[in-house]
Structure formats: C-alpha cells, structure tokens
C-alpha cells in the first residue's frame, strides 16, 4: 500500500522551532519529488515548498512566505521527508499535509496531515 | 501564477450538473490538476494534466480547458461529491492553488 505518513506537529511559541517529519512506503521514494502543503483554520490549500529529486539535484523550492524560515529535506535512504520550521509565526498555524508529486502534473498520494499550532 | 475559481460556494442538487471554473493569471499549458476535499480529510486527486481522470474517480468527474481557462464538470451530482473541490498549478514555480469551491446540498 502507498502510503505517507506525516509526525511531528504540536504547540510552539512564536519565534521557535519545530521539524516535521513525513515517513514514506509502498513506492520507490527516491523516483519522487515531495512536497508540503499546508491548510490553516478555515482556510484553502497552501503549497509551503518542494524537495526534487536526486535527478533534479535534491533542488528544493519555496513558497514566499515561508522562504529563509522553512527549510525542507530528504533521507531517501530512509524514503523520509522532513520540513525544519524556524522563527514561526502565528499565522503558521495550519495542518501540514506531505504529498507525493506524480510527474503527470498533479500530488497523487497524501498523508493525513499533522497539526501545528503557533500560539504564546 | 494566480488560480481563481468561480463560484466560491455553489448549491446543488443530487442529479445535476455542476461546472467548476478555474482561471489563471498566465498561460499554463495543461499543467493543472483537481482535488476534492472534505472536512478533517486530506486532499483527494480527480483530475491531472487538465482533462485525465486519477485512477479510481468515478467517470462522472471531467476536466477541459488549457491555457488560462480550465473547468471540472461533475456530471450528475451524487451525495458523497459535497465537498470542496481545488484547482492547482504546477506549470511553474510557486505552485499555486485556487481558492476552492464549496460545493452543497440544496
């Protein structure tokens, strides 16, 4: 079964750090570009970045708004995908979903997401 | 690249016909893709490349459009397709997705 499972949520302060991790099975992970999406309350989808991979040279990519705090990264020797948040923000505040990029245009695989919530 | 759905919220009945608009900024190819979500869930994928059907969605789902212009026509509406539905693009960087059309009972 293809299957993503995201970890590391919870509460932090604003101005701290948390590292999401996003463990993945039942497909080659090494083949796949990953990504982070996130949802705040209430709100759309949000795309927060992607890590390419080792064809495209591990290259990673940013959404503006989360570019020079969030940093993304793989262990595909582990089929692992992780995203450091640093300086966080309130309005980071989201469920932060991992998705698979199928190379036919579209995430064709996504955890279930993991909550982080950014509150004194 | 800016994605912008129309309606934001439409309601329906079971049995109709429903058609999402989603237009871009800037041309975009056929890179766009279509998601249903419902609440607590994550995104599910419909639709890929414009107009291919994910494996496992039901025929009933349909995608159209390149360019700037793109639609997703669900073509009669059952009880499980109430949900919020996304359009996305990955024609460049940053990825982006529409603002997402809520779709309810009427």
């Known amino acids: 079964e293809v299957r993503l499972v995201e970890s590391g949520g919870g509460l932090v302060q604003p101005g701290g750090s948390l590292r999401l991790s996003c463990a993945a099975s039942?497909?080659?992970?090494?083949?796949?570009?990953m990504d982070w999406v996130r949802q705040a309350p209430g709100k759309g989808l949000e795309w927060v970045g992607r890590?390419?991979?080792?064809?495209?040279?591990?290259?990673?990519d940013y959404a503006a708004s989360v570019e020079g705090r969030f940093t993304i990264s793989r262990d595909d020797s582990k089929d692992s995908l992780y995203l450091e948040m640093n300086s966080l923000k309130t309005e980071d505040t989201a469920v932060y979903f991992c998705?698979?990029?199928?190379?036919?245009?579209?995430?064709?695989?996504w955890g279930k997401g993991t909550t982080v919530t950014v509150s004194s | 690249i800016q994605l912008t759905q129309s309606p934001s919220s439409l309601s329906a009945s079971i049995g109709d016909r429903v058609t999402i608009t989603c237009r871009a900024s800037?041309?975009?190819?056929?890179?766009l893709a279509w998601y249903q979500q419902k609440p607590g869930k994550a995104p599910k994928p419909l639709i890929y490349?414009?107009?291919s059907l994910q494996s496992g969605v039901p025929p009933r789902f349909s995608g159209s459009g390149s360019g700037t212009e793109f639609t997703l026509t669900i073509s009669s509406l059952q009880p499980e397709d109430f949900a919020t539905y996304y359009c996305?693009?990955?024609?460049?960087?940053?990825?982006?997705f529409g603002g997402g059309t809520r779709v309810e009972i009427k």
């Open positions: 998705a698979r990029d199928s190379r036919k245009h579209n995430m064709d695989v």
């Open positions: 039942g497909f080659t992970f090494s083949d796949h570009h």
């Open positions: 890590s390419r991979d080792k064809p495209d040279r591990f290259r990673t």
């Open positions: 800037q041309g975009i190819s056929g890179h």
């Open positions: 490349a414009a107009s």
């Open positions: 996305q693009q990955l024609n460049s960087y940053p990825v982006t």
